[in-house]
């Protein structure tokens, strides 16, 4: 589970020059706490709730948060799922480029095994992410806000394997290194769509998609 109390709330869901429903940022620690409450309570929930079964005043109840201060917030149900996706995908970032500082030393091709792994490992263990980013996205501000973080991630895997002992050097336009994320990404999106879950097979499908298309610029 995300460690909610270390997030800040921002509202840019889907970049520069993009309309989007976007979450009201708290500004008082009560309301911060609030928000957090919020964010927890619906994790929670999807544990055991699809997103479809989730409404604003279930997770008033499970909060205890009201509803009008959720309201507050987030004007629906879909705006809070998309904050909530947004922060699991920037964690899966983290986790990434906490592998990477950790394996310099590898070759461009372990790493991408061990970047689809982690990756896997997080979702397979964290029923919201799965639910909300593999599942989803479910509305265009989701889609936005998706594909604004990837791109973050994509700019996170280039530097990371041009920093690597022997390096692997990516192509800026097309921005090869975030379709490599993509890639892999679709590959984990249809095996939760087939297991729920990213199978070992899946997994290896992935490495390979994604090794396949970077070797064409190994030197």
């Known amino acids: 589970m995300l460690d909610f109390e270390s997030k800040k709330f921002d509202s840019n869901l889907g970049g520069e020059n993009r309309r ?6 708290p500004l008082q620690e009560r309301s911060q706490q609030r928000v957090t409450l919020v964010l927890k309570a619906t994790e929670n929930m999807l544990k055991k709730m699809d997103p479809e079964e989730i409404s ?3 997770i008033a109840k499970e909060s205890g948060v009201p509803r009008g201060s959720i309201y507050q917030f987030f004007p ?3 705006v809070l799922f998309t904050k909530l996706a947004e922060l699991h995908l920037a964690r899966v970032g983290e986790i990434l480029a906490e592998k990477s500082s950790k394996n310099r030393k590898l ?5 991408v095994g061990l970047w689809v ?3 896997s490992d997080y979702y397979d263990s964290t029923p919201a992410a799965s639910a909300l980013i593999l599942g989803g996205p479910l509305s265009r501000n989701a889609y936005l806000a998706q ?3 990837i791109d973050h991630i994509g700019k996170g895997v280039r530097t990371r394997l041009e920093n690597l002992k022997e390096p692997l050097y990516l192509p800026r336009k097309p921005d090869v290194a975030t379709l490599g994320v993509e890639i892999a990404f679709a590959c984990m999106k249809r095996g ?3 297991e729920n879950r990213i ?3 899946i997994r290896r499908q992935a490495v390979r998609a994604v090794t396949a298309y970077f070797s064409e610029w190994e030197r």
Not at 20 to 25: A, D, G, M, Q
Not at 107 to 111: G, I
Request: proline share 7%.
């Open 107 to 111: 070759s461009w091709k372990k790493l």
């Open 147 to 149: 594909e604004v973080t």
């Open 117 to 119: 792994n982690a990756a």
């Open 76 to 78: 629906d149900k879909y």
């Open 56 to 58: 604003i005043p279930d």
């Open 192 to 194: 939760y769509y087939q």
């Open 199 to 201: 199978s070992e097979s």
């Open 20 to 25: 989007t429903y976007k979450s009201k940022p």
